[in-house]
């Protein structure tokens, strides 16, 4: 069983940075691809970026040029420097991970940007 602990989420004004943390554990194989969703109140969890083992990445258009998500594959942990935060930037974070044919979740951290 995996297991995913993210870190990192809090309060801040609106133009500030956050960097979120995830790390994986548990795994009897490698892990995949990586990736990082957000759910605000009353809406859908949607995706924000993803990176392969290879580090090849792909990020919604909300937040291209203003995050990054990079990941350390010996640590098995992956990354998301949040910078030029906007109130709608707040959510719910989660870090997804792919081992094989299964999805896995972390617990979820609160990032909430005020104006």
């Known amino acids: 069983q995996v297991q995913l602990v993210e870190s990192g989420g809090g309060l801040v004004q609106a133009g500030g940075s956050l960097r979120l943390s995830c790390a994986a554990s548990?795994?009897?194989?490698?892990?995949?691809?990586m990736a990082w969703y957000r759910q605000a109140p009353g809406k859908q969890r949607e995706l924000v970026a993803t990176?392969?083992?290879?580090?090849?990445?792909n990020y919604a258009d909300s937040v291209k040029g203003r995050f990054t998500i990079s990941r350390d594959n010996a640590k098995n942990t992956v990354y998301l420097q949040m910078n030029s935060l906007k109130p709608e930037d707040t959510a719910v974070y989660y870090c997804?991970?792919?081992?094989?044919?299964?999805?896995?979740w972390g617990q979820g951290t609160q990032v909430t940007v005020s104006s």
């Open positions: 990176i392969t083992r290879g580090g090849s990445t």
């Open positions: 548990g795994s009897r194989f490698g892990i995949n691809a």
């Open positions: 997804n991970a792919k081992v094989i044919l299964s999805d896995y």
